[in-house]
């Protein structure tokens, strides 16, 4: 089985299980690879300067 493969073989969102667990995000969606990147190319900008010493959650609001 390939990569590619193994993360299409699921779709988030999509079973009983996933639906309450997405019921819990108040976003009310699984994260996304891009979600993630986003973070990571904020965090790795100049519009990041000021930020230290921060856990910056990627999580859709489950956290807060």
Known sequence: M????ALSS????T???DGELLS??????AGTPADVAA???FLASERA????G????VD???AA
Not at 10 to 13: I, Q, W
Not at 24 to 29: D, I, L, N, Q, T
Not at 54 to 57: A, E, N, V
């Open 49 to 52: 300067g000021y930020v230290t």
């Open 24 to 29: 819990a995000v108040p976003a009310r969606r």
């Open 60 to 62: 859709g609001g489950l």
């Open 39 to 41: 973070c990571a190319s």
């Open 10 to 13: 699921h779709r988030p969102g």
């Open 15 to 17: 079973g009983k299980r």
């Open 54 to 57: 921060s856990t910056l959650y």
């Open 2 to 5: 390939t990569a590619d493969l």
